[in-house]
């Protein structure tokens, strides 16, 4: 059966408003400032790619194999999350794709460590008050 091949994939995909380039250029500096963060919250980091400057702590010369970008920068997270934060080209958005995968029959603990760990990233690291950014109306 698929299910038991596949498993279960969850994701979240969502973004902020923000309306000023300054602002965007202010978040990505301070997640790299000098260093990547190990953490967000209680989850552990093993892996950060930043395509704007070309790194990636997952390969041996810490090169990033996809093409430079402006901002986007992905977080491996030991419990298995992925999530890819970036600054939109055409829109005032600040966009984010989280995803996690498990066995279906725990379906519902993959969904909360996903949006634990999204929540997680979402206050340390983009600090949607600090930084002014708005959620869309549902």
Known sequence: MWRVRYGYFA???RYFFCYKLSTMKSIFQSI?????????????ISRVRDL???????????????????????FYFENGAVITVRG??????LKYYAELSGSFADKE????????TLAALIHDLLKPEANDLKLPRD
């Open 109 to 116: 603990q993959v969904d909360a460590t996903l949006s634990a």
């Open 52 to 74: 704007q400057v070309g790194y990636d702590s997952g390969e041996a010369d810490q090169k990033a194999r996809l093409p430079r970008s402006s901002y986007m920068v992905t």
């Open 11 to 13: 994701t979240k995909n």
């Open 32 to 44: 790299s400032q000098g260093h990547y963060p190990t953490a967000c919250g209680e989850f552990a």
């Open 88 to 93: 939109s080209g055409t829109e005032p958005k």
